[in-house]
């Protein structure tokens, strides 16, 4: 970071030379933003166009009465100061993203009113300008692409016209016999780089809107959380930590008056089968084995007993009417193996 000093030293174009060309450097590294040295850099080209910003205001360049041939093309050049602030601050890395946003969109609000006052600004930016200072939420996203293709189309442009307009700037050099042609094409070469700002500027001050309520719902978050987990913690000292599973099987449903005591869904029959259907193909099981069967048993549906089988009493010698019984039950039980063979009743799937 350069001392107080040797910004003392400088004049105010050589403070705008230098920090233009850190930003233009900045733009085209191959650093990380996050990296220590980019940082540096970002911090170092702030430096000299803030001390260049203010000595644009204490020596009063520029004024609201004024209009744009008034200027000459030297200090013309100066307007840009703040829309080259706006850029740098956006490439601050610090934990407060939205004082960054903040603070640069103030700087691209600054040179964009700057601009408009000197009629810099053409009429279709004069729209987007108004829409992001109203923050017009009705624009169509139809509307909202086709001024940002329109928008690109026309950056391409400008970046070409500044490009041929430098290449013949330094061709050209210092011939006293063109002087003339040399401060209109340097002047033309200024005004395409404030319009080129112009459009970067619209297309930051829009994407700083849209990054500052996604930063806000952080916050915000952020908040929450913190307002939570201190509640949680207090209640987890004062109350006994309960199953999830179980919260609220133990409670009614509705008071005595009809209101809610817990959140419930209600379903139809159509949502209902949907849950069937995208399920479980059946019930899973709420209880054990053992469990079923000891619940059973207390029910009385399981008949206790067995052993042994009981031994087959024995015919009495002098019993002739239990021994024909037994001699007919045998016959009758060889007449049916004969009868029915083993495998008769299977038919190969034959019919």
Same mark, same amino acid.
């Given at each position: ?20 060309? *850190? /930003? ?9 933003? *996050?990296?220590?040295?980019y940082q540096a850099q970002v911090a170092k080209g702030f430096q000299m166009l803030s001390r260049a910003d203010d000595l644009v205001s204490k020596l009063a360049i520029f004024s609201d009465n004024e ?25 601050? +890395? ?38 992001? #200072? ?34 013949? /700037? ?27 700002? *112009? ?10 809107? #849209? ?49 809610? /005591? ?32 000891? #619940? ?43 009868? +029915? ?11």
């Amino acid at each position: 970071m350069t001392s107080p000093t040797e910004l003392d030293g400088l004049s105010l174009g050589q403070l705008f030379s230098q920090g233009q060309l *850190i /930003l233009t450097e900045l733009e085209d590294s191959s650093l990380s933003s *996050i990296d220590p040295v980019y940082q540096a850099q970002v911090a170092k080209g702030f430096q000299m166009l803030s001390r260049a910003d203010d000595l644009v205001s204490k020596l009063a360049i520029f004024s609201d009465n004024e209009i744009l041939d008034d200027i000459n093309t030297n200090d013309l050049k100066f307007l840009l100061i703040p829309a080259y602030l706006g850029n740098l601050t956006l490439k601050i +890395n610090s934990p407060d993203r939205r004082s960054v946003l903040d603070k640069s969109r103030d700087y691209l609000q600054k040179f964009l009113s700057a601009c408009q006052d000197h009629a810099l600004v053409q009429k279709q930016d004069l729209s987007l300008m108004e829409q992001l #200072q109203h923050k017009a939420p009705n624009v169509a996203a139809s509307q909202q692409r086709d001024q940002k293709i329109a928008r690109f189309k026309r950056e391409r442009a400008v970046k070409q016209h500044i490009a041929q307009l430098r290449q013949q /700037l330094d061709a050209v050099g210092n011939k006293e016999d063109e002087d003339r042609d040399v401060d209109d094409m340097e002047r033309e070469w200024v005004e395409a780089l404030i319009e080129l700002e *112009i459009l970067k500027a619209l297309e930051n001050w829009h994407a700083i809107e #849209q990054e500052m309520v996604m930063v806000k719902e952080m916050e915000a978050m952020k908040e929450m959380r913190e307002k939570t987990g201190r509640d949680t913690s207090v209640d987890s000292r004062e109350a006994p930590q309960t199953s999830r599973a179980n919260w609220g099987k133990d409670k009614p449903m509705l008071s005595k008056e009809g209101r809610p /005591l817990q959140p419930f869904v209600i379903m139809n029959k159509r949502e209902q089968l949907k849950s069937q259907v995208f399920g479980y193909g059946h019930n899973l099981p709420t209880m054990t084995i053992d469990e079923y069967l000891e #619940q059973e048993m207390e029910r009385g549906n399981i008949i206790q007993g067995g052993g042994e089988e009981p031994e087959k009493p024995v015919i009495d010698d002098n019993d002739y009417d239990a021994q024909d019984a037994e001699t007919m039950k045998k016959r009758e039980w060889d007449e049916f193996v004969e009868a +029915n063979p083993r495998g008769a009743g299977n038919r190969g799937n034959k019919g």
